[in-house]
């Protein structure tokens, strides 16, 4: 006898299992209906899990379509239509980044009213984090201005990109060294990505941030009744670092009981739980991180010399911006296209006159003082298209004039001022708009601006 399958739902529930894209119905409120195993698999949802619920794990700012799959039932001409090709980012059930790609069609009933959507989906995540690798790469070997997420061109970075590549075809001990906000982890990340472990966890952990009572805990683990708050065994980050690369920031930091215990680690590559009578074996590669001087810290007996000449195998220095200069105007491009561009503003550069103001700033904080500028000014100059002097924080462009310690001024340059100030309150502080009602040059307002100490902020 001959099987209808339109008819014989059972077999038709079957074949749908068997398919690897994952397929869904939802009902015409966007509620789950249906949810196979091939959807199943790609999530980490099962079915029991979802059925009945609001489609909210479709939805996000990365989904074009699945996401407003609820607006979209709505929209009978366009669901009349499909939706197709449907991008969305979605986290699975153990927190992962899946990358899906599919289509909703709308069903109707007897009646041609909405009954809801069927959907299907595949799991593209391999394909874009490919494509994502071939555009850094494609990027980097276009420019030569970065590597990995370190950005720079100047004989220096030149000299830490090169020292980088070699770290990271070894497996050898390295230390990074340099001022805060110079980019060490992100130099450690970059050794971990160029090497044989890539594929394997980095994680990272601040040594000063954690009393020290937690921090050996935090490293190598304990056992259920090891101490008064270990209710179960926990894992120190060694042993969930296995095969990968664990970074260790702010080694300098570490007391000398601490330092024994890290360098059995670097020797025997083992380590023991606290609490536990038995050793266990790893596989992980240690790379160190600090802003202060470990020869000095030897000599003052707070970094063991043991220790120190086992991590301090291979130095990579990271230099200060003031000692690169040259890179300012990539790192700012950079930012300007990271930060504004993703906070969705207008801005889509900087004023020459104002990145001159920042190639001369003496950045204390390095590259993270430099971002958090770019970050501010994103925010300050939203209306307009370029970064202006005014935009940058105050403590940058070093102004902090006020009336009341600003230079006597004669009755021509206090009537000037008044104009500025009136210009300035008709236009809402935009300087721009305001440096036309005076007609004058947007850098010439902010300089008389500045001379006669007048607070835009």
Known sequence: MELDFRKNIAVFENIIDTMMAGVFTVDAKGSFVAWNKGAEQITGYRASELIGQPCTLLEGENCKGFGSLKELLGDVQTMSRGICNQECKIL?????????????????????????????????????LANQKIEVLQRQAATGYAFEQLIGNSDAMREVFRQLKLAADSDVAVVLTGESGTGKELAARAIHAQSARSKKPFLAINCS???????????????????????????????????GTLFLDEIGDVSPAIQVKLLRVLQEREIRRIGDS??????????????????????????????????????????????????????VDHFVRQICTKNKGQVTGIAKDTLDVLVEYSWPGNVRELRNAIEHACVTAADEDRIGYFDLPRDIRGDGDTPENSPQLNDEQLSER????????????????????????????????????????
């Open 278 to 331: 038995k050793t266990r074996k790893v596989d992980v590669r240690v790379i160190t991180a600090t802003n202060r001087d470990l020869k000095q810290l030897v000599n003052d007996g707070k970094i063991r010399e043991d220790f120190y000449y086992r991590i301090h195998v291979f130095e990579i220095r990271l230099p200060p911006l003031r000692e690169r200069k040259d890179d300012i105007p990539l790192l």
């Open 418 to 457: 008044a104009r500025i100030v009136d210009a300035l309150r008709q236009t809402g502080g935009n300087r721009t708009k305001a440096a036309k009602r005076l007609g004058t040059s947007r850098v010439t307002l902010w300089k008389k601006i500045s001379r006669y100490g007048i607070s835009v902020d």
């Open 209 to 243: 941030a954690i009393p020290e009572t937690l921090l050996e805990s935090e490293l190598f683990g304990h056992v259920k009744g090891s101490f008064t708050d270990a209710t179960n065994d926990k894992l120190g980050i060694f042993e969930v670092a296995e095969g």
């Open 92 to 128: 699975s059930k153990d927190g992962r980044e899946i990358h899906i790609h599919g289509n909703v069609q709308l069903l109707r009933d007897e009646n041609d009213n909405v009954a809801g959507a069927v959907g299907c989906f595949m799991d593209v995540t391999s394909l874009v």
